[in-house]
T-cell receptor, first 115, second 113 residues
Framework: AQSVTQPDIHITVSEGASLELRCNYS??????LFWYVQSPGQGLQLLLK??????LVQGIKGFEAEFKRSQSSFNLRKPSVHWSDAAEYFC?????????????FGAGTRLFVKA | KAGVTQTPRYLIKTRGQQVTLSCSPI?????VSWYQQTPGQGLQFLFE???????NKGNFPGRFSGRQFSNSRSEMNVSTLELGDSALYLC????????????FGQGTRLTVV
């Protein structure tokens, strides 16, 4: 079965600074990997996904993520954070387990942006 | 294309009552997954329906059940509500089984008093 770990419960960055959110996964084969963002009281919105191919994937809102198989990681990055990026970010891993294909979410990292 | 619609948005129920939540997926999507989100437990998978069949189930008691209709709309039912069932319930719609590249609704905030 797959699992996903987001080591940072919350992160604070200054507006305009760069951002990296960490995500580590456990899965026996190449997983499907996702990053979602959730604003308060809202559902989740897909930022980007990795299925195969180029390990550096571009997403919406200026985000990118890099799949590193050797480190079992899929970290999310943004070169310059805007105040509107303050939200909770979820890494997710999809794969075959008992009972079929399932997507599992990490515990989330809350991003605070200071002026 | 209309997004995923969950109704109602907010609900207050009393312990012991039952509740039914509704989710209308994106047109053409046959997979609907349900998640419970709480501050302490995060996002926990409840179950997934694909073409009216339950494809996968999480580790929740039998009080939590669901179904999917021929038009792909799904309902989730919780019987004998407990205080701990207070949560944001999210529905995710996908054109493939397993909530791959899912689109989420805004959720139903359930408060049990």
């Amino acid at each position: 079965a797959q699992s996903v770990t987001q080591p940072d419960i919350h992160i604070t960055v200054s507006e305009g600074a760069s951002l990296e959110l960490r995500c580590n996964y456990s899965y026996g084969a190449t997983p499907y990997l996702f990053w979602y963002v959730q604003s308060p009281g809202q559902g989740l919105q897909l930022l980007l996904k990795y299925f195969s191919g180029d390990t550096l994937v571009q997403g919406i809102k200026g985000f990118e993520a890099e799949f590193k198989r050797s480190q079992s990681s899929f970290n999310l990055r943004k070169p310059s954070v805007h105040w509107s990026d303050a939200a909770e970010y979820f890494c997710a891993v999809g794969g075959l387990g008992t009972g079929g294909f399932k997507t599992i979410f990490g515990a989330g990292t809350r991003l605070f942006v200071k002026a | 294309k209309a997004g995923v619609t969950q109704t109602p948005r907010y609900l207050i129920k009393t312990r012991g009552q039952q509740v039914t939540l509704s989710c209308s997926p994106i047109s053409g999507h046959r997979s609907v997954s349900w998640y419970q989100q709480t501050p302490g437990q995060g996002l926990q998978f409840l179950f997934e329906y694909f073409s009216e069949t339950q494809r996968n189930k999480g580790n929740f008691p039998g009080r939590f059940s669901g179904r999917q209709f021929s038009n792909s709309r799904s309902e989730m039912n919780v019987s004998t509500l407990e205080l701990g069932d207070s949560a944001l319930y999210l529905c995710a719609s996908s054109d493939r089984t397993g909530a791959v590249e899912a689109f989420f609704g805004q959720g139903t905030r359930l408060t049990v008093v």
